[in-house]
């Protein structure tokens, strides 16, 4: 069973602090992972993706993956209360060699307070 | 708007009748995946396509629901004889590649199906 697991939360932090948002993977070859944010009644929007160990960053994001400790992380600097949604980790699920089904965490939802 | 159009937004279906999702993906974009997101539960993969092919159909209920692709025109998700539990956001998503490891999927905005 491929699973994506993430603390459900609520994540609290203040105006213009760090977010850290964490993500456990079971799928020893997944190859590629994502992160999405999704704000109530919306739809997911893809936010970062990273494919090789270590750090990748995109403005006040930055995405983080050791591959061998199966994590990924995303941190969100100077934290916004329009950062304020659900963040979905997503797993690249190789079914055959064409398939590129994603599997989702729940989700971890963060708040922004001002 | 090149983004990933999906259409109805809202349906609303009684137990029994049949439901269709409609979606174009994103231009220049030839695959497809649906997902299905009920209250309070994570995002489900459900069918993965190409024009005219179902890849990988692992995660479809295997009685009521089917998925198509055709030459033309949109991906269709269809629920025939829908039931309450089949009340959910059905997302759909496109790609530009295939397997490796640069699939980004992107979101259209979902259709909410209600089942009274």
């Known amino acids: 069973q491929k699973e994506v697991e993430q603390n459900s939360g609520p994540l609290s932090v203040p105006e213009g602090a760090i977010a850290s948002l964490n993500c456990t993977y079971s799928?020893?070859?997944?190859?590629?992972f994502f992160w999405y944010r999704q704000y109530s009644g919306k739809s997911p929007e893809l936010i970062m993706s990273?494919?090789?160990?270590g750090d990748k960053e995109d403005g006040r994001f930055t995405a983080q993956l050791n591959k061998a400790s199966q994590y990924v992380s995303l941190l969100i600097r100077d934290s916004q209360p329009s950062d304020s949604a659900t963040y979905l980790c997503?797993?690249?699920?190789?079914?055959?060699?064409?398939?590129?089904?994603?599997?989702f965490g729940k989700g971890t939802t963060l708040s922004v307070s001002s | 708007n090149a983004g990933v159009m999906q259409n109805p937004r809202h349906l609303v279906r009684r137990r029994g009748q049949e439901a269709r999702l409609r979606c174009s993906p994103m231009?220049?974009?030839?695959?497809v995946y649906w997902y299905r997101q009920l209250p309070e539960e994570g995002l489900k993969f459900m069918v993965y396509?190409?024009?005219?092919?179902?890849?990988?159909e692992s995660g479809m209920p295997k009685e009521r629901f089917s998925a198509e692709f055709p030459k033309e025109g949109p991906s269709i998700l269809r629920i025939q004889q829908v039931v309450r539990g089949d009340s959910a956001a059905y997302f759909c998503?496109?790609?530009?590649?295939?397997?490796?490891?640069?699939?980004?999927?992107?979101f259209g905005p979902g259709t909410r199906l209600t089942v009274l």
């Open positions: 799928d020893r070859v997944s190859q590629s």
């Open positions: 990273i494919y090789s160990n």
């Open positions: 997503a797993v690249n699920y190789r079914a055959n060699q064409a398939g590129t089904a994603l599997i």
């Open positions: 396509l190409q024009k005219e092919n179902i890849i990988d």
């Open positions: 998503a496109s790609s530009l590649q295939s397997g490796g490891s640069y699939n980004e999927q992107f």
């Open positions: 231009k220049g974009h030839s695959h």
